[in-house]
Structures are given as structure tokens and as C-alpha cells.
């Protein structure tokens, strides 16, 4: 087998398990110190770009009474919408920075 093939694997496999691990230290971090709560998927926004994707807007009201609508940028990005417009998720929210969330 081609020496440059393995050691390219070896480095892609390095940066998705880097990039595994970082996610998951985010999530770590909101899962205990940040607020639960459920939002709603108000439509899906196409993101164009050299791979265009799909990507949920979640709206959801904070325990302060203020409602945040972003897009959801974790997770996977997929080709064809996950999420169906009006379907409720849960997420969790940093206090301090509500647009910080993650869906769970």
C-alpha cells in the first residue's frame, strides 16, 4: 500500500477525532452549566456554498423571557432538511450567551 495514502488517512482521522472531541467538550460544558430548554423549528435555511447544505432555524424563549431565533449550526449538516418546519426540539442554551446552543 502507498506510504502518502496512509499517512493521509492518518491525519483525517486525526482532525475527526479532534473535532469529535471538541464538540463533545462543548456539549460537556452546556449539558452543566447551561439551561434546557424546547424550541421550534421555524423553517430550513439553505446554505449555499461549495457544498450546499440545509440547516434548521430553532426559535426558543430563554428563562429571562427573551426569545432568540438562530440557525442551528451543529450537528451535521445534511443535503435535504432533518428537521420538518413547527417540530419541537430540545436544546440547551449557555446563560450568559443564549445563541450558544446546542440541540440534544
Do not use: C
Not at 424550541?39 to 457544498?51: A, C, D, E, H, P
Not at 434548521?56 to 426569545?67: A, L
Not at 450537528?75 to 435535504?80: C, L, T, Y
Request: glycine share 6%.
Amino acid at each position: 500500500m502507498d506510504w502518502f495514502f496512509i499517512v493521509w488517512m492518518i491525519f483525517i482521522a486525526i482532525l475527526a477525532i479532534r473535532g469529535y472531541a471538541k464538540d463533545y467538550q462543548q456539549r460537556q460544558k452546556l449539558r452543566e452549566h447551561g439551561v434546557q430548554v424546547q424550541g421550534t423549528v421555524v423553517r430550513n435555511k439553505f446554505i449555499l456554498s461549495r457544498i450546499s447544505v440545509f440547516r434548521p432555524v430553532i426559535r426558543f424563549e430563554t428563562t429571562q423571557g427573551e426569545t432568540i431565533e438562530e440557525i442551528d449550526y451543529s450537528g451535521w449538516a445534511m443535503a435535504f432538511p432533518r428537521f420538518t418546519k413547527g417540530e419541537k426540539v430540545a436544546l440547551i442554551y449557555e446563560l450568559d450567551n443564549p445563541k450558544n446552543f446546542k440541540l440534544i
